[in-house]
């Protein structure tokens, strides 16, 4: 069994107990006080694998031998090898990185799930299960899954397209995504994201991989694509410059972890 403990966006881990996380964990379960107990909302999740969730109120103040460590730096530690979140480099005695992103999924969905969406009344936890349950009207809620799609586009010369959102932080450039609406295949999804961002058409849409993005809900499935024809037009709403590149004049790129910087390696290595 392994408990994750959130406070807003942030994961905490123990920052100065050397043994290991587990132990830091048995800590705080024989010493709730640690955080305050009244600031503790607690879930088990899981049938096959127990994982408890803790949420701690952003008012609370850590204590010292605890670090709080933003749950997209998570990804990235994991990806690079950063083994010091972990018991003398074993950073499996902080549960997998797959536990951590769906403890962090539910906790968010928990949180905006508290009634049902029928008929209004309290939702109830249903014992060794992640879906909820009204206990009015009977209706099933299940976690939010909201599945989006992000593009590699790439030319006849192997250049690859990377677009700046408005969104990005200075310098920043990525692969164009969206979410998957009502009626449509994930293929047309690419195609409509790419057509209403930047203004051109692409071919051979081949599925890569997929990662869990809990940022709040979604599912992200990667595609790679070739341009087609059309000139590039960015829409100005979201998408502010979009620019072809080679593999030498790359601009700053997403961190290590995300599946948009995953294919962007798959196509430095040429193994895409």
């Not at 939702?123 to 909201?146: K, M, T, W, Y």
């Not at 790419?194 to 997929?210: F, L, M, P, W």
């Not at 910087?261 to 193994?271: A, G, Q």
Request: glycine share 6%; net charge negative.
């Amino acid at each position: 069994m392994h408990a994750f403990f959130f406070q807003g966006d942030t994961l905490l881990l123990p920052a100065d107990i050397s043994d290991s996380h587990a132990a830091a964990q048995e800590l705080l379960f024989s010493n709730p006080e640690i955080f305050n107990i009244t600031s503790i909302d607690k879930s088990a999740i899981g049938k096959l694998i127990t994982i408890t969730v803790v949420s701690i109120l952003p008012t609370v103040v850590l204590p010292l031998n605890w670090k709080a460590v933003p749950v997209r730096q998570i990804l990235t530690m994991y990806s690079i090898g950063d083994l010091s979140i972990g018991d003398n480099g074993d950073n499996g005695n902080i549960g997998s990185l797959s536990d951590i992103l769906r403890a962090y999924h539910i906790l968010q969905w928990r949180k905006e799930s508290a009634f049902c969406g029928t008929c209004g009344a309290k939702n109830s936890d249903v014992a060794e299960q992640v879906h909820r349950l009204c206990p009015s009207c009977g209706r099933l809620e299940f976690p939010r899954i909201c599945p989006a799609v992000i593009t590699i586009i790439t030319d006849e010369t192997d250049r690859i397209l990377l677009v700046h959102n408005k969104k990005f932080r200075e310098g920043l450039y990525s692969h164009i995504s969206g979410f998957n609406e009502a009626g449509e295949t994930l293929e047309e999804t690419v195609v409509r994201e790419i057509r209403e961002e930047i203004n051109i058409e692409v071919t051979d849409i081949q599925y890569v991989k997929s990662q869990p993005w809990p940022f709040p809900n979604s599912l992200m499935l990667g595609f790679k694509a070739r341009y087609l024809s059309g000139t590039i037009k960015p829409d100005g709403d979201e998408i502010e410059d979009a620019e072809w590149f080679t593999r030498d004049n790359l601009p700053v790129i997403p961190n290590a972890g995300s599946l948009s910087r995953s294919m962007i390696d798959s196509w430095l290595d040429k193994t895409l």
